[in-house]
Each structure stands twice: as structure tokens, then as C-alpha cells.
């Protein structure tokens, strides 16, 4: 990077106070990866920046080199996601997204294939009306993303192709366990022939296609399930706006 200043787009994917007025934003850019800037005055009622820099904002910024923290010095947003911001589901939704990014990546690592992906996400919920399949496409390619891609064509253990039978996922393992392989392992729970189908799919195809994919609710409550357990064993914690997205369906079924 070239002098004190450099530029960059961003999306805010979380944000801290700092003092009376400041913030501490994380940002997730497509060349520096996951970063941390400040923006100084941004909690005043005049700040000019903030509506710039609010939660699930994808912005042009400037910013300056510092000591431990950079500090942003000019913005303009690019895409506001206001759908996302103007209906509660759909803001947990995007929070969710937003905190499998901060979770799964770590600071100044470059991942371009990321950003793109967040971003085309975001945009999704904003026009989509099957928001769990855009979140499970989401899901299966962040975890794809980070290292993390679960094998679902072959036993982990035999190595044999997977038959359309009920087979089972093991979560300390990463992937699919056939039925004869499964003695040893009591903990694999079982994943029906349909689940594996689309977790195939939603692995292997983008967002337009698993947009399209109608499902029953059976068969989302069993992948939503897997899913959220795999992250949940990947990160040794529970993902904290699950909670709200869950509530948030309670009431509004």
C-alpha cells in the first residue's frame, strides 16, 4: 500500500463502541480480507458518516494508516441491503450471515471468493422470497470457503461411493459415514437420502439454483439441524443471533 491513505470497499459486519462518540467497525474487504478500522465520530447526531457505516452496509472507504488501528476518513455507501434493514426477519437473517463471516475468518487474510459471496447473499435476502435455502446455499459454500467442506459423495471411512440410503453425518469427522461404518461411531447422526441430496446441491451449484430448490418443512427443520450443528462443533460455541433468528420465527411461524 502506497503513502498513509488507501481505499478500499467494505461491507460492516460488526461494530463496537469506543469512547463517547467513536466506533470500532469490523470490516470485510475483498483484498484485505476481514479488518478493523475506527470511525471517529460516527455516534453524533451530525456525523455525516454514519449512515454511511451502519451495520450491513456495503461502502466505498478512505482510510488512514495507523499505529493499531486505521481510522476511516471518508465513505460512500454503495449498497444500503435496505430491505434487510427495514424487516426484522430479515435483519436476523443478515446478522446471522454476517457473524459465520467474522466467526470463520481471521484478520488481514485475503479472500476475495468470500466477499463476493456475503455480498451476492445479502442481495439475495433483499429480493429472495426462499431465504432458508439462500442461507443453507451460504452456509455450505462459507464452510467450502474456510477449509471446512463436508464429505457428502464418499464414506468417510470405506471410501465407498455413497448408496441412497439413510447414512450418517459426523460431525468430529467432516462428512457422511455409510451404515456398516457407522458401528463405531454412535455419535454420527442420521441424514436421509433427500437431505444429502441438497446438501449436494447447495455444495455444488449457486445461489440462483438453490434459490429455485422448494422444499418440504420436514426436510428444512432436518437441514437446518445438520448444519447448525456442524458450525456449532467447528466453532465450539453457539452462533449468537440464531437465538433471535429462532424467536423471531416463534412468533411469526
Known amino acids: 500500500m502506497q503513502g498513509h491513505n488507501y481505499q478500499t ?3 460492516v459486519i460488526k461494530k463496537t463502541k469506543l469512547g463517547e462518540a467513536d466506533r470500532i467497525l469490523t470490516l470485510f474487504t475483498p483484498d484485505l480480507g476481514k479488518i478493523q478500522a475506527v470511525a471517529k465520530g460516527v455516534r453524533k447526531p451530525k456525523s455525516k458518516m454514519a449512515g454511511h457505516l451502519e451495520l450491513l452496509t456495503h461502502s466505498q472507504l478512505v482510510l488512514a494508516k495507523g499505529h493499531n ?13 435496505l430491505p434487510l434493514k427495514n424487516d426484522l426477519d430479515l435483519t436476523s437473517y443478515a446478522l446471522y450471515v454476517t ?7 481471521i484478520e488481514d487474510q485475503e479472500n476475495r471468493q468470500l466477499f463476493e459471496l456475503l455480498r451476492d447473499t445479502l442481495q439475495r435476502l433483499c429480493e429472495a422470497n426462499n ?24 464414506c468417510l471411512d470405506c471410501q465407498k461411493p455413497l448408496e441412497p440410503v439413510t447414512n450418517y453425518f459426523s460431525y468430529s469427522e467432516g462428512g457422511v459415514i ?16 433427500n437431505a444429502l441430496k441438497v446438501m449436494r446441491l447447495l455444495q455444488d451449484n449457486d445461489t440462483i439454483t438453490a434459490f429455485k430448490l422448494k422444499i418440504s418443512s ?15 462443533y467447528l466453532l ?9 433468528m429462532d424467536s423471531l420465527k416463534t412468533h411469526n411461524p
Not at 457473524?99 to 475468518?105: D, G, K, N, P, R
Not at 420436514?218 to 456449532?232: M, T
Request: charged share 30%; net charge negative; hydrophobic share 35%.
Open 178 to 193: 455409510c451404515p456398516n461404518c457407522r458401528v463405531s461411531r454412535p455419535f454420527a447422526r442420521p441424514l436421509s437420502v
Open 236 to 244: 465450539e460455541k453457539d452462533v449468537k443471533s440464531t437465538a433471535w
Open 218 to 232: 420436514s426436510l428444512a427443520e432436518e437441514l437446518e439441524d445438520i448444519i447448525r450443528r456442524y458450525v456449532k
Open 69 to 81: 488501528l486505521d481510522t476511516i476518513t471518508a465513505c460512500q455507501t454503495i449498497n444500503g441491503f
Open 131 to 154: 431465504r432458508d435455502m439462500v442461507l443453507h446455499h451460504y452456509e455450505m459454500q462459507l464452510l467450502d470457503q474456510a477449509g471446512y467442506r463436508p464429505e457428502l459423495r464418499r
Open 99 to 105: 457473524e459465520l463471516a467474522e466467526q470463520f475468518t
Open 9 to 11: 470497499e467494505a461491507i
